[in-house]
């Protein structure tokens, strides 16, 4: 849980990293794009806005526009000389009264009054618009070239409506920064409901006199920006949505799948455990009804003095050898018991281990004319459980003696990775040979075993993560038990 715990804690870090990166990256590269585009069309739309205000009332009285303090329109007859600027405050009529710039005025009126309607619909072509950009600059250089040469002011000014500014700018402010050494910066800043407009004067006393600087801003209100970011939130939120289905993906990838199979192994680790506990419960209790049927028949028999039954002395010791028969039977059932939680791991001696087992052997293997012979280093060590690995070499052991054949040889082969036990002559029949780890199952030897022995050293070798197996070689059987080489380290 400790893991899952930490896991869990890292994606979350991950995922808020990921979210802060983005909005961080959205409010630094995506906004300022989105205002700026917003801002372009929102002032495509004002100049076209005020331009139809003014053509319907000529004047600016009642049109709210963008920027009072910039906008104009200039009125351009066909025939007279003049030209009529009117903006938020004043209307002025600008006659022009120098012969040279009467006739620029003429050209540019020609120029106008040619223009119609389909003119004008290929002027969104680029070679239009550089043509009309070229004539505009044209006539801007031949008007500054009028200007400079003229000794007098080349028009008259009329002007035909005054307005003042009250009423159209309101929280007005002013402030004074110091600078360092001499320098004074006056702000002073107004604005009109839209926009708040900010003229910064910097002044500075030097050795031979005084220098002054402007600087005119124009600062946007956050009604400007609240449009953009209202017309981002879907997309934000998608592009968020799409984050955490992605995330949450991973998040189940990495760390609900991980979970949810380890969960799954574990209940099919318990079905097995329990479809293995069933079968064990029908076969023992099928198993044990022999002794226990014998040993009845074998009493009733004495007690009834019914012919050879009659000799107490001499089957009273075969009702003994059949409740012995039913003990091991229960102890080797018992032993079955053993969890997986209950190993004890340590760094067991396999040399030292298997010489111990196979000194028991010595006895049975005597009477057989056997050789048991033990090879390997003698510091050969595995990861594992005592008990369960020395029950597990002892039933071999035991299998291995019982089927050897009269002076044959029983050789062990002891390593780091586990160990291997070869009998000479024998072999197992190919009908047993797929069952071999099934409960019960037993040849024909006579040695009094309840095939028990491999059932249990498979069950304790899976329980230690080891790899168990038997089978037929060209001189003999070899079972070897071996350990992974993870588990070494």
């Not at 006659?95 to 119609?116: A, D, F, G």
């Not at 350990?483 to 070494?488: G, K, L, M």
């Amino acid at each position: 849980m400790k893991e899952l715990g930490r896991k869990n804690l890292c994606y979350s870090l991950l995922l808020a990293a990921v979210m802060m990166l983005l909005l961080i990256g959205y409010f630094i590269w995506m906004l300022p794009s989105l205002y700026v585009s917003y801002t372009e069309e929102q002032n495509l739309e004002a100049i076209r806005e005020q331009h139809r205000a003014f053509l319907e009332t000529g004047t600016y009285d009642q049109v709210r526009v963008k920027n009072p303090t910039a906008c104009i329109s200039v009125k351009i007859p066909f025939e007279e000389p003049y030209v009529e600027f009117t903006s938020k405050m004043t209307s002025l009529r600008l006659t022009v009264t120098e012969k040279n710039m009467q006739q620029l005025l003429k050209e540019i009126q020609s120029y106008l009054r040619e223009i119609t309607g389909n003119s004008l619909a290929g002027w969104e072509s680029d070679r239009d618009q550089k043509l009309l950009g070229e004539q505009i600059a044209a006539w801007q250089n031949r008007l500054a070239l009028l200007v400079k040469n003229s000794s007098q002011l080349p028009f008259s000014v009329e002007v035909l409506h005054e307005k003042g500014a009250a009423g159209l700018y309101y929280g007005e402010s002013f402030q004074v920064h110091m600078g360092s050494g001499n320098e004074i910066i006056l702000e002073t800043a107004v604005s009109d409901g839209n926009n708040q407009y900010t003229n910064y004067l910097a002044f500075e006393k030097v050795s031979d006199g005084a220098v002054c600087s402007m600087l005119p801003v124009v600062t946007p209100q956050m009604e400007e920006i609240r449009p953009i970011v209202l017309q981002s939130v879907p997309m934000l939120c998608a592009v968020i949505l799409i984050l955490v289905l992605l995330f949450s993906r991973i998040y189940s990838n990495g760390i609900v799948q991980p979970v949810y199979r380890k969960l799954e192994d574990i209940n099919q680790s318990l079905r097995e455990e329990n479809e293995r506990q069933e079968m064990f419960l029908r076969a023992t209790s099928h198993q044990l009804k022999t002794p226990v049927t014998a040993a009845l028949l074998l009493l009733d028999g004495m007690i009834a003095r019914v012919g050879k039954y009659e000799d107490r002395e001499k089957y009273l010791p075969k009702v003994k050898e059949q409740l012995l028969s039913m003990r091991r039977m229960t102890d080797e059932i018992l032993s079955l018991h053993r969890r997986r939680d209950q190993v004890y791991w340590q760094s067991v001696p396999l040399y030292t281990l298997v010489q111990a087992q196979t000194a028991s052997y010595q006895v049975a293997a005597a009477e057989k004319q056997l050789e048991i012979t033990v090879e390997g280093p003698h510091e050969a060590a595995v990861r594992a459980d005592a008990g369960l690995l020395a029950k597990i070499v002892d039933n071999l052991l035991s299998n291995a003696a019982a089927y050897t054949p009269c002076k044959h040889r029983i050789q062990v082969i002891v390593s780091d990775t586990g160990v291997i036990i070869r009998n000479e002559g024998a072999e197992i029949p190919k009908e047993i040979l797929p069952h071999l780890f099934e409960p019960f199952v037993r040849g024909e030897h006579g040695s009094g075993s309840h095939g028990l022995g491999l059932y249990i050293a498979a069950y304790y070798a899976k329980i230690m993560h080891a790899d168990l197996t038997v089978r037929n070689q060209e001189d003999g059987v070899e079972a070897a038990l071996l350990f992974p080489q993870a588990e070494d380290s």
